[in-house]
């Protein structure tokens, strides 16, 4: 079984930063592309920042200039660095990891979410 956990949501003022970290563990072989979602109340469910095992990135428009992806793949861990925050960043922020796991079957595995509310 894989698992996803995050940390590094909170409360922050606008145009402040966080950094939100995802890491996995369990029986995983490989995984190709990790990212970020973000749900805001009322909203759908909305593809933040991806980035590949080779280290492509895509961004939503709304995130770029502000946020970056990164990720360690020796610790198979992801990060999300958001600066100049807004109070329309405010959402529940997922982890998505896929990839394949020890028996090289396919392998999807979300986070169980950590609140980023920007307000003053």
């Known amino acids: 079984q894989v698992q996803l956990v995050e940390s590094g949501g909170g409360l922050v003022q606008p145009g402040g930063s966080l950094r939100l970290s995802c890491a996995a563990s369990?029986?995983?072989?490989?995984?190709?592309?990790m990212g970020w979602y973000r749900q805001a109340p009322g909203k759908e469910r909305e593809l933040v920042a991806r980035?590949?095992?080779?280290?492509?990135?895509n961004y939503v428009d709304s995130v770029k200039g502000r946020f970056t992806i990164s990720r360690d793949n020796a610790k198979n861990t992801v990060y999300l660095q958001m600066n100049s925050l807004k109070p329309d960043d405010t959402a529940v922020y997922y982890c998505n990891a896929v990839g394949s796991d020890s028996a090289y079957r396919y392998l999807e595995v979300w986070g169980q979410g950590t609140l980023v509310t920007v307000s003053s």
């Open positions: 980035i590949t095992s080779d280290g492509r990135t």
């Open positions: 369990g029986s995983i072989s490989r995984l190709n592309a």
